[in-house]
């Protein structure tokens, strides 16, 4: 399984970005598929996820309003469109993938619901 995540970059605050991430493995259509990031000297955090099964979608606070996660089955491949960015936002984005289906929102907010990560991508958000 592989995890390629892409569309980081700079862009100045109050812009957009949309990050991709392409799962070649085709294992995780119906478990679960998000974003994490993590800022420099900061933990990792989850930032959003979304089941194949079901179709449930989890944001953390804040990025609710902002950001939207999508998948794409036939392409294997979660988006995570970024609108209204903030230089808080700045951070390394990675895409992870998870074959278990989790009911609660904590439970997926945990990497340890992720199975596979992706390489990270840039995203930096000028003032």
């Known amino acids: 399984v592989q995890l390629q995540a892409s569309g980081g970059g700079l862009v100045q605050a109050g812009g957009s970005l949309r990050l991709s991430c392409a799962d070649s493995?085709?294992?995780?259509?119906?478990?679960?598929m998000g974003w994490f990031r993590q800022a420099p000297g900061k933990e990792r955090e989850f930032v959003a996820a979304?089941?194949?099964?079901?179709?449930?979608?989890y944001y953390t606070d804040s990025v609710k309003g902002r950001f939207t996660i999508s998948r794409d089955n036939a392409r294997n491949t979660v988006y995570l469109q970024m609108n209204s960015l903030k230089p808080e936002d700045t951070a390394v984005y990675y895409c992870?993938?998870?074959?278990?289906?989790?009911?609660?929102?904590?439970?997926?907010?945990?990497?340890?619901?992720?199975?596979?990560w992706g390489q990270g991508t840039l995203v930096t958000v000028s003032s």
């Open positions: 979304i089941y194949g099964r079901g179709g449930s979608i």
């Open positions: 493995g085709r294992t995780f259509s119906s478990g679960v």
């Open positions: 992870a993938a998870g074959a278990t289906y989790y009911s609660s929102y904590y439970r997926t907010t945990l990497p340890s619901a992720y199975d596979y």
